[in-house]
């Protein structure tokens, strides 16, 4: 009898163990899942109306980005999750544009890290809500998270509002930016947002010319 009761014990407590790990999975599916989507929608609709929602949407992907790696760990990484989104039929683009929303998302949830903003509840709870916060680490410590562009609206205005063009950046390196010349990362960005369509050809030729006329310009000097 004594026998009985410990195996019954021993069975009990490895259910409640089995079960609690079997709710922990199933969160974190959900959590999965629930992110996944989210960052689907957000990438569903690149093109917003104004700067204030280029934010939410830009800070918001960080925030689902980085409730992804919380349940894949190791695994996780920026092309892995958009080769999920794209086997879920939950976006459908071309694999340029592929390329280049793995580059935006790589670039901005590796500067987000870089600047501690995974780092505590607040910032986590700001970019969550799109909204901005203060950098936690970095030699830009203490500055305002704002939201830059690869290519300046000064150079070309009509993909400032796109989401592969749009960079997370402390106040003071956004501000030296606006006005930067056409670099050879401008006209190299520029070609590849070209070939995904989201450029059009018009304005990237114009970008090119300019390129190759100040480099003409600089060789004389």
Known sequence: MIADYF???????????????????????????????????????????GDKACRTATFQSMFHLYKIEKVKGEKFGVRSV???LLKENLINISLEERSLYVDVLRENYDNARDFGLFKNEQSLE??????????MAG????????????????INDTIQYHFVNRLILPETVKAAMEFADITKD????ADRMKR???LDVGSCDSIIR??????ELSSRN
Do not use: C
Request: proline share 4%; charged share 30%; no cysteine.
């Open 210 to 215: 300019q390129y190759n006329t100040l480099r």
């Open 7 to 49: 195996w019954k014990v021993i069975f009990l407590v490895l259910l409640i163990i089995g079960l609690n790990y079997w709710f922990d999975w199933r969160d974190e599916v959900n959590s999965y899942n629930r992110h996944l989507n989210a960052l689907a929608e957000i990438l569903e609709k690149p093109t917003r109306k």
């Open 186 to 189: 401008v006209r190299d960005r």
């Open 139 to 154: 030699p830009w410590r203490g500055e305002t998270l704002q939201l830059g562009h690869f290519i300046s609206p000064e």
């Open 126 to 135: 700001a970019l969550e809500e799109g909204r901005g916060t203060k950098l």
């Open 82 to 84: 958009m080769d999920e």
């Open 196 to 198: 995904a369509k989201v």
